[in-house]
């Protein structure tokens, strides 16, 4: 396994290219060592991202630096905003030019970002934004947490619009998430938003350095004159209602779409499970652990593993609670998934939740603890 | 043919072409300036032949529609966040020509983290900047350009500087920054300054052209609704007054030796190679 230190100078992806050179049988398959941000970053730069917008906070701080290097190595665009509101709307406005284009920030920042994000999804332009999460509210901590969950699935900026959601749990996948958000960001032309939080952002992992290529579009709504064609206008206002009710049904058919089409999530050892945890990015890693030592304990426990989070697999988690005695939410916050769980199973199996907020990672011990309690309590119930 | 030229003349009347980039009539107030502004872009765009590669960058407020009134590609921008918008569709494209629209409150409050920071940076894009001293389409209230002792929806008995603070003279605040190389303020009083707002966008457009920095035209306009007075008095108050508090002029044409004899940062924008 290679270590990278950073900065890098060698490149990861470099690394992967010399070893199709002599790629045999025996050869393991070589890993380099990444931190989530350049992981993230370089996926991005060898997505074909055309520019980058991003301004300095903790811990996303990495992301901007990787890009800060290897955009104008790769003859790019890269900017420093003065704010995370300048930044989205410099995205906002590569986009509108035909950019590929991708921003990151973590809580605070991701706020500011709200406004443009509204803007960006009324006028059907594509950006892929990352959010490393950070305990709040407010200035809050730079520990790692998932208390965005309610603001990027449900909201984030003003007004009717939903905006794919997706979450990795390990940097492996974090590297292939990033192709597939802009996959989707192009597809729909709408913001998608990537929500890791502090560790995967700032964690070390050996990852095999598969930073697939994306190949370009040519749309025909971007803006590069009016050369020999009609003007075109990209925006979100429609000041008749009218107009703009059928602006919002023409968005939420797509959402309809997108809900119908790019559900993604994981399972493990659903097949006799009838304990099931569910978690998406770190917390279901601990989650993982949890299942195991539960299966130790011969409870018989699985792990539901959300990767979109809006559109969230309700109909998969409903199969996959078919007949579960309990359902339990890990998150590292008060608990906000949870209420997507609650709304997909109808009450079909009671729905518990196990979480630490503020930056403070749920352990695997709590995790078994809280489920033993459960277990325990509803036995007593049911006597 | 340029739109300046006559296209006939009959019993004394001169009748102009419109200029092809005008789209549609405008839907302004009477005596607002924004229909003139909006015309000498379309002429200047028209005649240095720019039309086809140029991108409007809209902002909010009353030039919102701009869009429907100037046959460009036009992208929308969030309140204030014109200069931002403008620097990513100029990076990403820098062949093309990229403008801002932008009015006092959207630029001077809202806005005024991006305008300083783009040109600080000296982003290749230009400013046309329409200071009319009022929030005109939310109803007249006080902007950061409305004159000291203006009364205003919002400044009832007058703007107080005590407690409102004073004018915000923007155009001369870039003008002291290295990445702006061109600065003008002018004015659409009467015909001969209508003329010179004309000189100084073409002249805007020309240094965005050679790709040296940033370039501002504010152009000092009328809100005959907003400030309570006729079309023809709004115009007289704008020649009287506002001319009187912002005076027009160049104040940076660096391609032209033109810079403001105003004391330079020194050392913190050198080179550390340059000896420090």
């Not at chain 1, 769980?341 to 930056?359: K, T």
Request: hydrophobic share 45%; charged share 20%; aromatic share 6%.
């Amino acid at each position: 396994m290679t270590v990278v230190d950073r900065p890098a100078s060698a490149r990861p992806h470099s690394a992967a290219a010399s070893r199709a050179h002599g790629g045999d049988a025996e050869d393991a398959p070589q890993r380099v060592l990444m931190k989530g941000n350049e992981a993230i970053a370089e996926a991005a730069v060898a997505a074909g991202c055309d520019a980058y917008f991003g301004y300095p906070i903790t811990p996303q701080a990495e992301l901007l630096e990787w890009m800060a290097r290897r955009m104008p190595e790769e003859g790019r665009v890269f900017v420093q905003a003065e704010s995370e509101l300048a930044a989205i709307n410099m995205a906002l406005g590569a986009s509108a030019a035909g950019a590929r284009v991708l921003v990151s920030s973590s809580s605070p920042g991701i706020s500011l970002m709200a406004e443009g994000m509204s803007y960006m999804a009324g006028s059907r332009l594509p950006v892929v934004l990352v959010n490393v999460m950070r305990g709040g509210p407010g200035l809050g901590s730079i520990g790692a947490a998932q208390g965005d969950y309610l603001q990027a699935t449900k909201g984030h900026g003003h007004g009717d619009y939903r905006v794919p959601v997706l979450g990795p749990s390990s940097i492996s996948e974090a590297i292939d998430l990033v192709r597939e958000a802009f996959i989707l960001a192009e597809r729909y032309r709408t913001p998608v938003m990537i929500l890791a939080d502090g560790i995967l952002g700032q964690a070390m992992e050996p990852v095999a350095p598969t930073f697939k290529t994306l190949a370009k579009r040519q749309p025909d709504w971007i803006l590069d004159g009016a050369d020999h064609r009609e003007p075109r206008v990209l925006k979100s206002l429609h000041l008749r209602p009218e107009d703009l009710e059928a602006h919002d049904i023409e968005l939420h058919e797509v959402y309809q779409q997108i809900a119908a089409n790019e559900i993604r999530w994981a399972g493990e050892r659903l097949e006799d499970a009838d304990v099931l945890l569910v978690a998406y990015g770190t917390a279901a890693r601990v989650a993982r652990t949890a299942v195991e030592r539960l299966r130790d304990e011969g409870v018989r426990a699985g792990l539901f593993r959300p990767i979109t989070l809006w559109p969230f697999p309700a109909a998969a988690l409903r199969e996959a609670a078919t007949g579960a005695r309990v359902v339990m939410a890990v998150e590292m916050s008060a608990g906000q998934m949870v209420e997507d769980v609650r709304l997909a199973l109808e009450g079909a199996a009671p729905v518990f939740h196990h979480g630490r907020m503020g930056g403070m990672v749920p352990s695997p011990d709590g995790v078994v603890d809280t489920m033993r309690r459960v277990l325990a309590s509803s036995e007593e119930a049911a006597r | 043919m340029t739109a300046a030229e006559p296209v006939t003349e009959q019993e004394g009347r001169t009748i102009y072409r419109r200029p092809l980039l005008l789209s549609n009539p405008t839907s302004y107030c009477p005596g607002c300036g924004h229909g003139i502004v909006h015309r000498l872009l379309a002429e200047v765009l028209e005649e240095m032949g720019l039309g086809a590669k140029t991108i409007l960058v809209g902002s909010v407020g009353c030039s919102v529609f701009a869009y429907d009134f100037l046959a460009l590609d036009s992208v929308e921008s969030p309140h204030g966040r014109a200069a931002a918008v403008a620097t990513g569709v100029k990076r990403f494209r820098p062949d093309k020509v990229v403008f801002t629209y932008q009015g006092d409150g959207d630029l001077a409050a809202i806005g005024t983290a991006e305008i300083v920071h783009a040109a600080a940076r000296g982003e290749r894009f230009t400013v046309v900047f329409v200071n009319n001293g009022i929030y005109g389409m939310t109803g007249g209230q006080m902007a950061p350009t409305t004159l000291a002792g203006q009364k205003t929806t919002s400044s009832p008995r007058g703007r107080d500087v005590a407690t409102q603070g004073y004018p915000l003279p923007v155009t001369e605040m870039l003008s002291l920054l290295p990445g702006v190389h061109y600065a003008a303020r002018v004015s659409v009083a009467d015909p001969g300054h209508v003329g010179k707002a004309k000189q100084a966008l073409r002249r805007a457009f020309e240094v965005q052209l050679e790709d040296k920095g940033f370039s501002i035209v504010e152009v000092l306009s009328t809100c005959p609704v907003g400030w309570g007075l006729t079309p023809t008095e709004a115009m007289e108050r704008l020649r009287d007054i506002v001319m009187e508090a912002y005076p027009v002029g160049t104040f940076v044409d660096r391609g032209r030796g033109i810079a403001p004899a105003l004391p330079q940062p020194g050392a913190a924008h050198r080179s550390i190679t340059e000896g420090f």
